[in-house]
């Protein structure tokens, strides 16, 4: 089966608009003494990244590349090595998740409930939308890469809410 050529020039474009409007990080000498190392990336500490898009940051596994790179732009393929990275990346996600919860009050840990919620069924709604518009060959491989990197981002944002609440917990 041919790989969807719009799918590919799609994925292609996304991937060098991603690499061109990340944040690069500073120089080794300008880095702040107390610059946290998150996923192999140096960020400042007591900030909450929730817009930056590196994949590393976002704790995909160098392990996912690689299969992409194996799967010669065959798109069935492709959906494997997502889903892969998904269960990762699901398992993760849960684990923030209650580490988030352990570490908030009744009433903050009350409008996380809620907040996880919501995003679920944004990133499930969000995900099929996108999906639809590449029909039968590519929409379950979009699909599929969709869940896997909304799902790694909001780890990551579990992740970071969750230190930033230990370190400043509420007064």
């Known amino acids: 089966m041919k790989p969807h050529l719009g799918f590919t020039i799609s994925f292609l474009a996304s991937t060098i608009v991603t690499a061109a409007f990340a944040a690069p990080l500073p120089p080794p000498s300008r880095i702040e003494p107390k610059a946290d190392v998150v996923n192999g990336i140096a960020i400042r500490a007591d900030v909450e990244r929730l817009s930056y898009i590196s994949p590393r940051y976002l704790g995909i596994r160098p392990a996912y590349d690689a299969c992409i790179t194996e799967t010669l732009g065959v798109v069935p393929k492709q959906q494997d090595c997502a889903d892969a990275e998904y269960t990762y990346q699901d398992g993760r996600l849960n684990r923030d998740y209650k580490a988030l919860l352990a570490t908030l009050e009744h ?30 060959d590519a929409g379950p491989t979009t699909q599929s890469t969709c869940l896997m990197e909304s799902t790694a981002h909001r780890a990551q944002q579990l992740e970071d809410w969750t230190n930033t609440v230990k370190r400043h917990p509420a007064r």
């Open 107 to 136: 009433d903050d840990r009350q409008a996380a409930i809620e907040a996880q919620r919501a995003w679920l069924r944004f990133r499930d709604k969000d995900c099929a939308a996108r999906a639809g518009r590449f029909g039968s």
